[in-house]
């Protein structure tokens, strides 16, 4: 299973919609938050841009908070429905 990492923006209302998503849905997983300068430059090293909300599956960022909600809903949520 890929490490999965959330980096996100306290303030940013993106980050907090995928954070309520998680929060309802009992999804715990790393979260970094770009107020610190060393995770905005691991944005930008890895991701090639500093945009949050970013999930890293491994090493691969993925953006959009509809498209990480959709990811963690497939991966989480609609297996255990199963």
Excluded: H, W
Aim: hydrophobic fraction near 35%; charge should be negative.
């Amino acid at each position: 299973m890929e490490q999965l990492t959330l980096y996100y923006l306290p303030s940013c209302p993106y980050c907090l919609k995928v954070l309520r998503f998680m929060e309802k849905s009992g999804i715990i997983i790393d979260l970094e938050s770009t107020s610190e300068p060393a995770n905005q430059q691991r944005l930008l090293d890895v991701g090639k841009k500093n945009q949050v909300p970013c999930l890293f599956i491994g090493e691969k960022p993925l953006y959009e908070s509809d498209d990480i909600i959709a990811y963690l809903n497939e991966r989480f949520v609609s297996r255990d429905k199963t």
